[in-house]
């Protein structure tokens, strides 16, 4: 279909004949751009979180060069623009500090130009929410096409994933069972080509989530990114962007209530990342989409885990697109889902559904033979968590999901590092690890230490798993008991600031229930003792972000973020 010029958005800079329009012509012919590419085109912008700082990202620019011949080809205009750029292993202190920065610094970008449409570069974790939730908050047409996962690791024959066993070696590290020699052979075979990690941690979660909610191409989330095919997939999606301003297909015609149902059911069933809860309620946020920790808990409650992935099975991502990637997930779950919905690349969710095929069920496991009976999130509340919290019983001990154990308590990151090894800690097996202060306002920015690491003198014992809680994150390559989210947060003066050392604490996540066996009494008396931490930053980002940021429950966005504000530049 032909464009309208008129109805272009773009058209307001560059289909003024005289005065501003010769201006912002004028400056953009010095790249050798021809008269006739301001004609009417679609204007596409290449939105790229390409840096040799974000690993995961480091291909982005080969990448953006098919999603550019795509745009060409559909009859477009691609312009590349770079946003800052999020990597999980360097950034510090989390990258989550600044998933919110990066939203602002696509929504503006988008907003301040003469764009029509985005295609959304993304790969490592943080990136991929923070570009939807900023494209969200403009909503012009948008896809996503994501970096795709590394190639699998490999020592002799045993599969190595990313995150997952550096955990594992750590661990026995700790109990002295692995040696520098181990460290460095697994430290080179993991990693062993471009893209994001291999597990089906947050980067993997969210590049399904977003095929999932119908804004990326299917097999987005699975096809390795050094395989053409993850080329490929770049360039129909720039000849689609293109399609997508011609037809007027924004954002908010796709993320609706029921593609977020879908997702979380989704989530479920690959057993996904706990992350995925604050990113997809964050988005939702900015198109004013009705989602809360309550839709997790009942839509996945009854979801098995059919992917037999790290951290909640055995194989990896490459072994997952050879198995039929997300289409063939949620064929096998099609009656738990609305596959009438409208999908990014034209026509509806059910298309894919009918062309999906399962080529190796031990990877995809069938829903009579799951590889866990429970793959989605958890949300528990009593007095701990009035607000919520999360666990992923996929990747917990089950015989921990009942417990009940004596709290040790951890005042801050810094207190738990200087004491977990203390050989004086007075700490078992049966204890609960309690960290305060890592959530959203407290650390600040909700690190991902939720996964709190073992006391040596527990991993000598040959233990490997205890329950543990906090208002922190834990990694989508993580795994154990470990309870995160917890709303409000301490310094926000959740009762979790009120725990003790020795309160008795319950989990019962059958019952969805997290308790702090304390009189409410005891709980008062506490509660008047405890007072507001001061925010230590005064001034720059940290200050704005301890200030305005929301709780877990409710995605960790900025309070003045959240809503769509559209596309209109704000001054003309």
Known sequence: MASDSKRLRSQTWFGIKRGRGVGARSFMKNQGLPHDMFEGKPVIGICNTWSQLTPCNAHLRELAQHVREGVLEAGGFP????????????????????????AMEVEESIRANPLDGVVLLCGCDKTTPGLVMGAASVDLPSIVVSGGPMLNGWSGTTRLGNGTSFFKLHANAAAGEASDEEYAEIESATSRSAGSCNTMGTASTMASMCEALGVAFPQNGATPAVDSRRRELARLSGRRAVDLVNEDIRLSALLNRDAFKNAIVTNGAIGGSTNAVVHLNAIAGRLDVPLDLEDWDALGRDIPCLVNLMPSGEYLMEDFFNAGGLPAVMAEI???????????????????????????????RPISNPVKPHGGIAVLRGNLAPNGAVIKPSAASPDLLSHRGRAVVFKSLIDFRERVNDPALDIDADCVMVLQNCGPKGNPGMPEVGNMELPQKILKTGVRDM??????????????????????????????????????????????????????????????????????????????YVDTVEQADAGADLDFLKGCRGSDPRYR
């Open 79 to 102: 312009l590349e623009f770079p946003v800052m750029s999020l990597g999980e292993t360097l950034m510090r202190p989390t990258t989550m500090l600044y998933r919110n920065l990066l």
């Open 334 to 364: 099609r009656d738990k889902l609305n596959a009438d919905l409208q999908v990014v690349e034209g026509g509806r969710l059910s298309q894919r559904l009918d062309q999906a095929r399962n080529r190796i069920p031990e990877v995809i």
């Open 467 to 544: 329950v543990r809680i906090s208002d922190a994150r834990m990694s989508g390559t993580a795994f154990g008991t470990v309870v995160l989210h917890v709303a409000p947060e301490a310094s926000a003066g959740g009762t979790l600031a009120l725990v003790e050392e020795g309160d008795m604490i319950e989990l019962n996540v059958e019952e969805r229930r997290l308790h702090l066996d304390v009189p409410e009494e005891e709980l008062d008396r506490r509660r008047e003792k405890w007072r507001l931490p001061e925010n230590p930053f005064q001034s720059g980002w940290e200050k704005l």
